[in-house]
């Protein structure tokens, strides 16, 4: 079936160390985004990739990166330097032509800092 | 810069209500709008979305929702509620130049008593 797979669903990082969040699609979608979920703040834009090794920072990039090596790739690392990692992350993709193509979501990761 | 509110972080309707969740946008630029649903710990899944055509846009799950330009309002509405219906919903924004980014709201909560 197509979708989108994150993985894991949930993780679980300890201080100071980096995580890598995977994100997969096999809709054939140019564009991929990383969002972050907090309780009652709806979603804000990590990074988004727009085509194969080109990405963008989004509003909240700082403490992450991502790399876009692949169509259907575009893992998020959450790096030590984000001090408040904890949160519910999602990964979509959408097709070309811009502003009025869906956004599809993947079922989203957990990460808890321990 | 546009941006979207949605009033009211948590509604209740008892089942066989009108449910009605409320959206206003800002944008200096003709937007287009969507309307997300969640379930819990799963990631968004799209219930419909106004692309400039016909003003009442009518969704999956029997919800729909008008475009009010003089308003800025993109309300969503489904006549009578089921038990089903209760999740989260999110209201989001996306206007030309924005490269298909979504400025998302702060979700509102449904609740659907017997």
């Known amino acids: 079936d197509g979708g989108i797979t994150q993985s894991p669903k949930y993780l679980f990082r300890k201080e100071g160390q980096n995580v890598t969040l995977s994100c997969e699609q096999n809709l054939n979608h140019d564009a991929m985004y990383w969002y972050r979920q907090d309780p009652g703040q709806g979603l804000r834009l990590i990074y988004y990739?727009?085509?194969?090794?080109?990405?963008q920072k989004g509003d909240i990039a700082e403490g992450y990166s991502v790399s876009r090596e692949k169509k259907e790739s575009f893992p998020l690392t959450v790096t030590s330097a984000q001090k408040n990692p904890t949160a519910f992350y999602l990964c979509a993709s959408s097709g070309t032509g811009g502003v009025r193509n869906t956004i599809y979501f993947g079922e989203g990761s957990w990460l808890t800092v321990v | 810069a546009q941006s979207v509110t949605q009033l009211g972080s948590h509604v209740s309707v008892s089942e066989g209500a009108l449910v009605l969740l409320r959206c206003n946008y800002s944008?200096?630029?003709?937007?287009?709008l969507f309307w997300y649903v969640q379930y819990p710990n799963q990631g968004l899944q799209l219930l419909l979305k106004?692309?400039?055509?016909?003003?009442l846009v009518k969704g999956i799950n029997g919800f729909e929702a008008e475009f009010k330009k003089s308003e800025t309002s993109f309300h969503l509405t489904k006549p009578s509620a089921h038990m089903s219906d209760a999740a989260e919903y999110f209201c989001a924004v996306s206007v030309s130049g924005s490269q298909g980014n979504l400025i998302f709201g702060k979700g509102t909560k449904l609740s659907v008593k017997p």
């Open positions: 944008s200096s630029v003709p937007p287009y």
């Open positions: 106004y692309t400039s055509a016909a003003t």
């Open positions: 990739s727009q085509i194969v090794n080109d990405f």
